[in-house]
């Protein structure tokens, strides 16, 4: 998905390589905030948080469904973006 994200921005710059820069620098800075809240937030939940011998069942259900549905939902929302964004 990064790489796609990539591509995409390359092709909204085009040739214009002193406004690609700047985009380039905010979509990094803005990809590193974003993971590192979510890392966070994940990261100081209390199934997180516990020694692997104290996770109890809810926990590991917490933790599948984490791996499971953050990046499903940055993948399902990138698409949609993609999808219904107007090509000329």
Known sequence: MLSTGINLISDVVGSNGSSGAFVFGIYSLLDKFSTG??????????????????ITEDDQFF???TILMIPGAACLLSSLIVLSYPIE
């Open 37 to 54: 809240i979510v890392i966070f937030l994940v990261g100081s939940t209390d199934a997180y948080s516990k020694e692997s011998k104290h």
């Open 63 to 65: 933790i599948k469904l």
